[in-house]
């Protein structure tokens, strides 16, 4: 079957690529109805419901260089993944993409700049693993100061949802009842034991993290590679994505709390570059290793965590969602692989 695009490929110096190609004047008509129906989606007209104004109206209300541009979109977004198997290219991050030619009839022209696999030449990893493994276990213990510590957490808790009344909270009796009333608790003792154990898995989790965390660490610094700069700032602009959220959950503006902090997208950047290189790094090493021992996740897996992401976020993109899953669940299964290398 023809494909409904032509391109070629050619690598580029900083571990880049370069796709130039065209997407058929056919393939890039497809796209005209979806354009038309997405662009509708945001556009409020007198008579007419959100997202359900007829096309023959829809068309008079749009620019015809902004159809073309949604069209744009659509049709690379659509055929990219494929355009990336027909020019044989390891693609770990988004491209940067520039349309050269864009006409009503006509094939649609375009560029790419892409990140490819960097070339990555790793240690002996299962000996840094065995080492880091062989290491006397750091000691997990909880003590009775921190279990009561918690217990007045929950009377304080309780008692900003009991007030008297004048407004002043009641501090309950740390008492049977009052474990109880938390929640499946037989008694106070129960209370405890359960608290005692839900601190114990909390700190087994750090001790767990840290010392995931000191392998990779001990492996990145045997691990030679060209890190593209495209991925760190890609790195940097996810970063900046999840801190605006974390902000605006909190229930501030983004804007006021740069202003109140003396500080500016472009010094958050800055002062973000190492850690996202970082980061960048780490994702490189803990793929390449995955590569090299034949580790992924099952494609029954990858699917049940795309479903459970795409629950709590619903307005995410399925494919993002699974490439996301795929990426978490394949990190997990390589940070078991090294934790039992002895």
């Given amino acids: ?41 945001n556009l409020s007209l007198p008579g007419f419901r959100r997202g359900h104004i007829p096309e023959a109206v829809l068309v008079k209300h749009v620019s015809e260089m902004g159809l073309l541009e949604e069209m744009a979109e659509l049709a690379i977004q659509r055929n990219y993944p494929e355009i990336i198997v027909e020019c044989d290219l390891n693609v770990i991050s988004y491209p940067e993409i520039k349309i050269t030619k864009l ?46 510590a918690l217990m ?52 087994e989790m750090r001790v767990k993290d840290k010392k995931r965390l000191g392998i990779l660490e001990e492996i990145i610094k045997g691990t030679k590679m060209d890190l593209p700069e495209m991925i760190i700032a890609s790195e940097i602009s996810k970063m900046m994505a999840q801190f605006r959220a974390d902000i605006e959950g909190a229930g501030l503006k983004f804007d006021e709390y740069l202003k109140r902090a003396s500080k500016t997208e472009e010094t958050l950047r800055k002062e973000w570059r190492e850690d996202a290189k970082k980061r960048a790094s780490f994702q490189l090493v803990l793929n390449k290793i995955a590569l090299a021992e034949n580790i992924k996740a099952t494609k029954e897996d990858v699917e049940k965590e795309a479903e459970h992401i795409l629950e709590h976020h619903p307005k995410a993109n399925s494919n993002n969602a699974r490439a996301y899953a795929e990426m978490i669940l394949s990190n997990e299964k390589v940070f078991e692989f090294l934790e039992n290398v002895k």
Avoid: C, H, W
């Avoid at 391109?7 to 110096?13: E, H, I, R, S």
């Fill in 152 to 203: 007045e957490e929950f009377r304080k808790n309780a008692g900003q949802s009991n007030k008297d009344t004048d407004g002043n909270p009641i501090i309950p009796e740390l008492d049977d009842d009052f474990a109880r009333g938390l929640g499946n608790f037989k008694n106070l003792a129960d209370l405890k034991e359960k608290a005692g154990e839900g601190i114990s898995k909390e700190k």
């Fill in 1 to 41: 079957m023809e494909k409904p695009f032509t391109v070629g490929a050619k690598k580029l110096p900083g571990s880049l690529a370069e796709i130039e190609g065209e997407i058929s004047a056919e393939e890039f008509q497809k796209y005209r109805a979806p354009a038309i129906k997405k662009l509708g989606e």
């Fill in 103 to 148: 006409a009503a009839g006509n094939p649609l022209g375009f560029k790419a700049v892409v990140p490819i696999m960097p070339e990555i030449i790793l240690p002996d990893y299962k000996e840094i693993a065995a080492k880091e493994n062989n290491k006397a276990p750091e000691k997990v213990e909880t003590d009775e100061k921190e279990v009561e």
